[in-house]
């Protein structure tokens, strides 16, 4: 196999980087976080995303430390049938083999029940050597009751009242973990997503000195959340964790639920983002787009915007990184230096994606046996499968797809994406593709590759010719799959949702399909949009002008790459939200 490996940390820098670690400042925690594809602890682009946030902040030296549960079992392991049946299997992993334990053992209440948790630390090394550690809780221990010894280790997996107990170990786990590991300097709490919401109650718990019910002072609520930021992902209602009445009282205890009662954050049921709203002093949706929907899901809140990015460093291909450190020697320390991309000879852009688009061929030909071709313009989607995002948009008209092949030009697809395994809808998408694969066989080759991980997802990104995202609006809260194609001079074509609004200048940095006007989630016409741009304007650009094309594949390193990533994002988090967590911004407004 030719899967380049992600960067990360020895034993060694890891130990060192223990011995730093009590100066962070800021305590950032994430449900899933992607480190490699050899610690399947992540799902998607919450857990990608975490990642790559860890590893600019190690770049640029912020005072960070992380927290996260160990996942064991991790997400699954997908296979796929010769129809598109999907089956799953643990993705199982030994922390021991790649984290070091640290001596802290801490002890929390679920059920009424005493839970011992632990914790395994990975270090972030970052390119000036400044050390980011990552905590994974871990309760997979013999004093531990065998029902909570399996509470880390599954992501995202059984139901809400493991899911619960879950959000308890990463949320009172975690900052109980932090105390005992004597980082007393943290003074903000970056919740990453509802999933860990719960630390605002253990840090009410703190103030009070008791988990005991008491009236709790709007003097304690605001003490909280001057020290605390939190960032939505989810533009849906039904994407925000809920726990029933009953299941909370069950599960936290009498004492904390009637403080949860008496903060008004539990009518029937908890909502863990109206609790990470209540109490955070700083709130941030991941695209300007995002905020505004969120704004309009939360009256009364004040949530700004935070576009998400990805490392640049880390996704970009090879024959990129070469080209860069060539072209644009400190681009790996500064990515606006990307910026200057708009100057490389459009023949060396050419040459460095020829040899990325034959890697990703060279893994296809590996994983599936089929040879496609290198001179056959190719598509790409590789994105959870999952309704919203549509991945068999394109199979609307497979008819009129043979005719563009025929009379405009010869393309192949490449598509990659896991479904939950209990989302039957995700999964009928994924055979619909195969149906699709199979019709169209004699004219359009279409692949799909089983167990997309990060290394597969980075050898796609930067080995196809354009980047296809086909959300339903406004439902892609910012996505991050086309950025990293853009930082490999792969242009987009894409519905007008999420970052792509911010990203897309037409015939520029890609196209998009539709106008992002008229009425949302209008299938047929987004549809029929998709064709007239790949029939009328790209294919003929494609095989008929590259050198234009080429154009279009500089300028999206130039416009996207230097902008989307993460350097530019967590500047944007210490100048809005940690330096300003002590403000009022996610008070409520009435």
Not at 313 to 327: G, H, I, K, Q, V
Request: hydrophobic share 40%.
């Amino acid at each position: 196999m030719i899967l380049t490996p992600f960067s990360g940390s020895t034993r060694t820098d890891m130990k060192q980087i223990a011995t730093h670690s009590n100066s962070a400042s800021v305590a950032y925690f994430s449900m899933d976080v992607a480190i490699d594809s050899g610690i399947p602890t992540y799902s998607g682009g919450l857990g990608i995303l975490a990642g790559d946030m860890l590893r600019s902040a190690a770049d640029l030296g912020v005072p960070l430390v992380a927290v996260t549960l160990a996942h064991r079992k991790g997400y699954f392991d997908q296979r796929l049938d010769g129809q598109g049946n999907q089956s799953e299997s643990p993705s199982k992993w030994s922390p021991e083999s790649r984290l070091d334990l640290l001596e802290p053992r801490v002890t929390i209440s679920i059920e009424d029940r005493e839970v011992r948790v632990r914790a395994w630390q990975y270090g972030f090394r970052g390119i000036a050597g400044h050390g980011v550690p990552l905590l994974f809780l871990d309760t997979d221990m013999e004093e531990n009751d065998p029902r909570d010894r399996v509470l880390t280790d599954h992501l995202y997996g059984g139901d809400d009242h493991y899911r619960l107990c879950q959000e308890v170990v990463l949320g009172f786990g975690g900052v109980a973990m932090l105390r005992a590991l004597g980082h007393s300097s943290v003074h903000v709490f970056h919740m990453n997503e509802g999933h860990s919401a719960l630390i605002t109650l253990a840090l009410l718990e703190e103030q009070s000195g008791s988990e005991a019910a008491h009236s709790i002072s709007e003097n304690e609520i605001e003490t909280v959340r001057r020290q605390c930021v939190f960032t939505t992902h989810t533009p849906v209602p039904a994407g925000h964790d809920r726990f029933q009445t009953s299941l909370v009282h069950q599960v936290l205890g009498e004492a904390r639920a009637a403080t949860l009662s008496q903060m008004g954050v539990m009518n029937g049921e908890l909502n863990m983002t109206e609790l990470a709203l209540r109490l955070s002093g700083f709130v941030n949706g991941v695209s300007m787009r995002h905020g505004e929907v969120s704004r309009n899901l939360f009256p009364g809140y004040d949530v700004g915007a935070i576009t998400n990015g990805v490392h640049a460093a880390a996704w970009t291909s090879a024959p990129f990184c070469a080209l860069y450190d060539r072209a644009l020697p400190e681009w790996r320390r500064d990515n606006c230096y990307l910026r200057y991309a708009i100057g490389i000879p459009i023949a060396e852009i050419r040459q460095a994606h020829t040899q990325a688009k034959k890697d990703l061929l060279q893994q296809v030909k590996w994983l599936t046996g089929t040879q496609l071709d290198e001179k056959v313009f190719t598509l790409g989607f590789a994105r959870r499968a999952t309704s919203y995002k549509r991945a068999d948009l394109l199979f609307t008209d497979l008819e009129r797809l043979k005719a563009i092949a025929r009379r405009v030009g010869p393309f192949q697809l490449v598509y990659a994406g896991k479904a939950h395994p209990r989302d039957e809808a995700g999964k009928a998408i994924i055979r619909r593709i195969f149906e699709a694969a199979a019709a169209l066989a004699n004219e359009v080759r279409v692949v799909y590759l089983e167990n997309y991980d990060m290394a597969l997802g980075k050898l796609i990104c930067s080995g196809v010719d354009i980047w296809l995202n086909t959300p339903l609006r406004p439902q892609e809260a910012s996505g991050t799959s086309g950025m990293k194609a853009a930082l490999n001079g792969v242009p987009s074509l894409s519905v007008l949702d999420g970052w792509w609004i911010e990203g897309h200048i037409e015939g520029a940095t890609g196209w998009s399909i539709g106008d992002g006007g008229g009425t949302e989630n209008d299938s047929a016409a987004e549809a029929l949009s998709l064709y007239e741009k790949l029939e009328q304007v790209i294919l003929p650009l494609f095989y008929n002008q590259p050198d234009d094309y080429a154009k279009v594949m500089r300028a999206a390193i130039a416009m996207n790459g230097s902008f989307f990533n993460t350097q530019r994002m967590i500047s944007q988090y210490i100048r809005n939200a940690y330096t300003c967590a002590s403000g009022n911004g996610a008070q409520p407004l009435t």
